[in-house]
């Protein structure tokens, strides 16, 4: 398969462009910097809306399937910057790129167990994704959102947009999320400072974070042709650490 993948200089996209390479698929990588290796590389920068059009016009030809990785985590300060890249950019990327789909494509885009009670805040995701990058600024202020709360609603409105993308695709093109929760790569540090004790408290549960690899090995299932009844959903990989903290809540552990 001829794929395109977003964020795939470090972490989960470099696990998984090595993974997809391995399996034999021509992988495009779409970053802000070149990644290792000599996979096709076409920059693209999520916090640039010329950079976006630059890069769809730039990739050529028709795939088999996209993967959406490219995000950044919650820091100090950087709420405008998280829900432009991780929401509005993310998803005006995707729609972009639906023409250059084959059939049977699927889009797989990498969310986060953060996003888990996307369900529960409908209204304010709909608000959400109507805005534009000239207006999140003052959504953020007038919604009081800080880095920590824009990530969690970044991660809500990627899986619920989603599931909204289902219907009119239906039978052409697959829509999922993949859901982690404290993989080892270079970011680690951010949610457990931006997620506390939580974070922490989970990773003694379960004995130790997940790998990039393991992240990659189900994105690298989902885009396969095997995988054509997984469509609209959120699957979570977390080794456990949901079920683990919702039975301690339960037993008041």
């Known amino acids: 398969m001829r794929l395109a993948l977003t964020g795939g200089a470090t972490g989960i996209g470099a696990a998984t462009v090595a993974r997809l390479r391995a399996d034999g698929h ?3 990588v779409f970053d802000i910097r070149k990644p290792d290796g000599d996979a096709q590389w076409i920059k693209l920068d999520l916090m ?3 950079s976006i059009a630059s890069a769809l016009e730039a990739a050529e030809g028709s795939f088999d399937g996209l993967v959406s990785i490219a995000g950044i985590p919650p820091r100090d300060g950087n709420e405008v910057a998280c ?12 729609e972009g790129f639906m023409s250059k789909l084959n059939e049977g494509a699927a889009v797989v885009t990498v969310a986060s167990r953060a996003g888990m009670a996307w369900q529960s805040n409908l209204d ?3 608000d959400l994704l109507a805005q534009t990058p000239a207006s999140i600024a003052g959504w953020c202020a007038a919604n009081e959102v800080d880095a920590t709360k824009a990530y969690v609603l970044s991660k809500q409105a990627i899986i619920y947009r989603h599931q909204q993308m289902v219907t009119p695709h239906i039978g052409r093109h697959r829509f999922v999320t993949v859901s982690p929760s404290a993989v080892s790569t270079g970011i680690l540090d951010d949610f457990v400072k931006a997620f506390g004790p939580m974070v922490a408290a989970n990773l003694a549960r379960v004995g130790r974070s997940g790998t990039p690899e393991e992240v990659a090995s189900l994105i690298s299932f989902c885009l396969a042709p095997e995988a054509s009844w997984i469509n609209g959903v959120d699957i979570v990989t977390d080794g456990g650490m949901g079920a683990m903290a919702m039975m301690a809540q339960r037993s008041g552990g």
């Open 26 to 28: 021509q992988v495009v």
């Open 48 to 50: 640039d809306e010329g």
């Open 83 to 94: 829900l432009t890249v991780n929401t509005l950019a993310t998803c005006a990327f995707i």
């Open 124 to 126: 304010q995701l709909d």
